[in-house]
């Protein structure tokens, strides 16, 4: 090809990409199925590849992510990003519209004329602000101090929702010259909870809440891991313009829309503080049906030129506040804090609580994450403690309500020796561990309950506490003496007799022919989750290919950074855990990697979500045949949804499935369109 026809082909395929992410991202209406979008993205890139000098500054390819870098410089702000007053009652925000309305002479103490306001919600993720200079994205970075952030452009092309051009709708005059847009970095709640399901199989710490998983997630060294993570944004804020201007704030909101930004739709012009209020109530009965975290709504004079009347404070605008919800949280004693030590020896202290009801959730048990979160909110046994459920999913400790701590209450300090086997605790940065290894039985228990379990090699009958019975008699001793028993050696034990007894031994003889990725990451790993372990499995086929392997060739595969890679190398360099995995072998396990599909792809451009029972299989082996048939797998419904496949049971996913009008087939139906026998 000829460089002009590669110009000619590159600008065709990046204006073409554009579109169809604009269309999934902005307007959440997909118009392309995932592998038609992938063979545009790599052609584009091979294009790119043989071409290099002529891949646009805006090209679709930069968002897929770069090499580590070494940090973050400062950058300064087009002009300032300040924070917003809240409020937390009713009476709050009248007095605020009452300052409002005499501020702008709306208020004479005879008549009082009603203010026009825009109602927003107020998201709850990283502000952030784009630069855009003739239309092109050139710069992102975090608020920092208002004055100055941190600059994060490579992390934020890596999410779809920020366009990296500006569409031909909207003002003209945003695309020429300088235009710095505010708005916030957000992980939706589905991939939240998915990031943490996969962080909590690898043992490693789970992010909070939502918040702190797009901040942690928008600061990452490796771009890569930020494309991982399928973060979104949304845009509420023009910062600086040099050619346009907006007379009021739900003006500015269909300008960004018309530019091709993600703008949130439910949002409200109200002719006075009275429907801002209603408004706020509205969005508060739907806050836990929503795809993303809100804490409140905020409420805007909607004349701009207003706001230039109204005026600044030293650090907040005169024009705004947050309405903020009342918090996620409840206050109960701390009756006791016990260690637990985790399947790769981390120690981590958990809070036992006087039981609370927490959002419709009864809490007894938080984390309290290390030691030094211990010392830092100084937590003690006896202590009354606010606590809440972080993004809802995980327990913790806010604060001590030092008022209130009984007398005597001493801190408390994780153990100089393992509480399972004895063994010298080491410390490694803020995690506490124990270094004994499988030689510790709190290790070697959830090591081979991790083994068993579903989603692994989903031995049926063979739980945690089986487990531990099994472990306490010496019946076994690593993973591959699972495989070595025999009738006799379950006799005895608590709930069996001689049904369930050869339903076991059927069972642990069933699973001898594991999918090779469900094997690797049954064998616990420190880093690889079941999506690693997929990768891992699908670009080598074959056990020792994947034990042999260089951490260097490892990095290689797309998706695969260096801490995985360093964890898969040093798991194989062990010689215990070679020569277990060769026991298993000798014993009939035999790990079988899943034959790439061919043919018709039933299910191709759909976005699935799965919710209620399965009667033929467990949901991960559903998970895994609808993606075989060019489905993709979500873990929460949204707009993007389009197919939920509901059992018995289902609850609320089924609910909102149905009020976004998300199609909606049974398991039956579901096991028809892929063609299953089952």
Known sequence: MTPEAARERIEQLAAEIREHDHAYYALDRPTLSDAAYDALLRELQDLEEEFPDLRPADSPTLRVGGGMREGFRKVKHTA???SIETRKDVAEVREFDARVRKDLGLDDGLFAAEVGYM???????????????????????????????????ANLRTIRAIPLRLRGGGPEGGRRGVLAV?????????????????????????APNARNAAAGTVRQLDPAVTAARKLDFYAYDVLHADHVGFATQHELLDALRAWGFHVESDVRQCRGIDEAIRFHAEVGDKRDRLPYEIDGVVIKVDDRAAHTRLGMRSRTPRYAVAFKFPPREEVTTVLDIVVQVGRTGKLTPVAQLAPVDVSGVTVSRATLHNQDEIDRKDVRIGDTVRVRRAGDVIPEVIEVLLERRPDGAVPFTLPANCPACGAKVEREGAAHRCPNGLACPAQLERHVT????????????????????????????DLASLYALTPIDLVGLEGFAGKSIENLVSAIEASKAPRLDRFLFALGIEHVGDTAAKLLADHYGALSGIMDAAAEDLQLIHGIGPEVAQSVTHFFSSARNRKVI????????????????????????EIMVFTGGLESMPRPDAQRLAERAGARIAGGISRKVTLLVAGPGAGSKLEDARRLGVAVIDEAEFLRRVGSTR
């Open 582 to 605: 060769a026991e298993l072998l000798r014993l009939g396990v035999r790990p079988v990697a899943e034959a790439r599909p061919s043919g018709p792809r039933p299910l191709e451009g």
């Open 182 to 206: 505010r708005g916030e970095a957000l992980m939706p709640l589905a991939e939240f909870e998915a990031l943490n399901k996969r962080l909590i199989q690898e043992d490693a710490e789970p």
């Open 450 to 477: 991790h083994f068993t379990a579903r989603g692994a090699m989903d031995i049926v009958g063979l739980g945690g506490r089986t487990v531990k019975q099994l472990l306490d008699a010496g019946k076994v001793k």
């Open 80 to 82: 300032p990003m300040r």
């Open 119 to 153: 109602a927003e919600p107020k998201f709850d993720g990283l502000s952030v602000e784009l630069v855009y200079e003739d239309g092109v994205f050139v710069r992102g970075s975090t608020r920092g101090d208002g004055e100055n952030g941190e600059d994060i452009t």
